[in-house]
C-alpha cells in the first residue's frame, strides 16, 4: 500500500499534463462568432456619417425588406478589397447600408470616393458600442438582416468575389 502511495503524485502529475497538452495541442477557434444570429437587431440610433447620406437605425431594418449591413472604416485595408464585392451585391439589387467604426467624416468620404459607394446609409459608431451590441469583433464584418429586423447571417471578415453568390442567395432567402 506505501508503494502505491508513493506513486500516486506521479500519476496525477501525468493526468495534469495529459489534460495540459491535449488543451495546447487542439487547434484553437479564433473567430468569435456574434450571439446575435437569430435575435433581433439591439435598438440602436446612429449620426449621419457623410453629408448626403444618411444616418442610420435599427428601426430601417424592420420595413419588410431584407438588407446588408456592412461594419467597415476607412483605415481597414481588407474593407478596401471587398468594395468591388459590395458594388456587385448593390448591382444585383441588394441594399446596404453600413456603421462606419471609429472614423471620421473626411476619411469616410475619401474612402468611397477613391474607392466607391455601395451604401444607401451610413452610421457613425465613434464608440462601437453599436458594434459590440452586435457581437461584431472587428471590420469589416457583414449581416444580412431580414425584413423583420432579424440576423440571419454573418460574414466575418472581408467579402471574396466566392461569397458573392452565397450571400446574394441569403438574402434572397430571408423575404
Known sequence: ????????????FALLFAVVASG???????TV???MVGKPLPDFALPAMVPGKPGL??????????????????????????VPQLM???????????????????????????NGDPYERIGSDKASQVQL???????????VIDGRGIVVKQIIGDI???????IAQAVKDAR
Do not use: H, Y
Open 88 to 114: 456587385g451585391l448593390k448591382a444585383m439589387g441588394v441594399p446596404i447600408d453600413a456603421i462606419a467604426i471609429r472614423d471620421t467624416a473626411p476619411a469616410i468620404a475619401g474612402f468611397l470616393r477613391r
Open 57 to 82: 437605425t435599427s428601426a430601417s431594418f424592420r420595413q419588410g425588406k431584407p438588407r446588408l449591413l456592412n461594419v467597415f472604416a476607412s483605415w481597414c485595408i481588407p474593407c478596401i478589397a471587398e
Open 133 to 143: 451590441a452586435l457581437g461584431s469583433s472587428g471590420v469589416p464584418e457583414t449581416f
Open 33 to 35: 462568432r456574434s450571439a
Open 160 to 166: 471574396r468575389p466566392e461569397n458573392v453568390a452565397e
Open 1 to 12: 500500500m506505501k508503494r502505491l502511495a508513493l506513486w500516486a503524485p506521479l500519476a496525477i
Open 24 to 30: 495546447l495541442f487542439r487547434p484553437a477557434e479564433k
